[in-house]
């Protein structure tokens, strides 16, 4: 009786992981390797976000491109009125190998694509460039200020993926990063990097391979954290890592639809900002050594040197950590 009721629970189990996995091949359109497209961050919302993607992408790569024109809508009436005249079984033929023809080149300019992580979706492009369609949309907002979204946070554009490996992104980025600052090419710039649901991959050592190589493509490329010329993108969702070169990364709020319509407030002069912080931590560092001679002093006086030794050593520990 036990080796019936056994072998039942493995064929249940069968049946159970394959109906799974079927169900997750059916309908698994997620982002891969060899794709381009545009990472969306949202609020918990990603139904409504995608909705709003697919309203603000047409809208603006309508005004760049022109309206999306589907493969099955050209010339059917032409070809409808010649299928009179022809034989049957030769206008029968054309018709299949158009369907046919039609239904091979499917694909829409904007497809919908599961991201990998919460909270984000992956808009694959076709035919059209990214980074450009992006940047055009974040400079209208920020000139007109009008607010066209509602949970749509920030539009990062996927000029390229590759393998979420340190070895194979650098290979990748070899090239990739060519245009840009090969010589003669050259520039200041910045590395914006994030991983998610992904733990193989140590943010530090990235960015410093990264920086090595864009040193190496030409040196007069120079880092500029405060407002470089351009940004490298770089976007670890699981197994892919998506690029992407980047302009005014800063001016537009680091690519937030939703801060980069709010009306700039007047800010201090940089250099001005920059040197008034100097002081300020340097005021801070002289108070905090002032305050541990006078924290030691007292412990000699009061012939307890463990404490105040103690507590300097904490702090110079917390110190080197950060």
């Given at each position: 009786m036990s080796a019936v009721s056994n072998d039942l629970r493995k064929r249940g189990k069968k049946r159970y992981a394959s109906g799974h996995h079927n169900k997750r091949w059916k309908g698994s359109r997620e982002l891969e390797v060899g794709m381009?497209?545009?990472l969306i961050t949202c609020n918990m919302n990603e139904r409504k976000c995608?909705?709003?993607a697919f309203n603000l992408l047409n809208e603006y790569a309508d005004l760049l491109y022109g309206p999306e024109k589907l493969q099955d809508d050209n010339g059917s009436s032409s070809e409808?009125?010649?299928a009179d005249e022809e034989d049957v079984d030769v206008a029968l033929k054309k018709e299949v190998a158009q369907l046919k023809a039609s239904g091979a080149k499917q694909e829409r300019r904007f497809q919908a694509l599961d991201s990998g992580a919460n909270n984000v979706i992956f808009i694959k492009t076709q035919n059209l460039e990214s980074d450009k369609l992006v940047h055009h949309i974040l400079s209208d907002l920020h000139t007109t200020k009008k607010k066209k979204?509602?949970?749509i946070l920030r539009m990062l554009p996927v000029s390229g993926t590759c393998k979420a490996f340190q070895d194979d992104m650098v290979k990748y980025l070899t090239t990739f990063l060519e245009p840009w600052f090969k010589t003669p090419n050259c520039g200041t710039y910045q590395i914006a990097f994030k991983a998610r649901n992904s733990s193989h991959n140590k943010r530090d050592e990235i960015i410093k391979s990264i920086a090595g190589l864009v040193g190496k493509l030409n040196p007069k490329n120079k880092v500029d954290l405060t407002n470089p010329e351009l940004t490298i993108i770089v976007?670890?969702?699981?197994?892919v890592c998506c690029i992407?070169?980047?302009k005014d990364y800063t001016l537009y709020r680091k690519y937030n639809v939703q801060e980069v319509v709010?009306?700039?407030t007047p800010k201090p002069d940089v250099n001005s900002a920059q040197t008034d912080t100097n002081k300020d931590e340097e005021k801070e560092e002289n108070d905090a050594e002032e305050t541990n001679k006078q924290e030691k002093k007292k412990g000699e006086d009061d012939n307890d040197n463990n404490v105040p030794q103690d507590k300097k050593e904490a702090d110079e520990d917390?110190?080197?950590g950060e």
């Open positions: 381009q497209g545009i995608t909705a709003e409808g009125e010649e979204s509602r949970v976007e670890v969702i699981k197994a992407s070169v980047v709010k009306e700039d917390e110190g080197n």
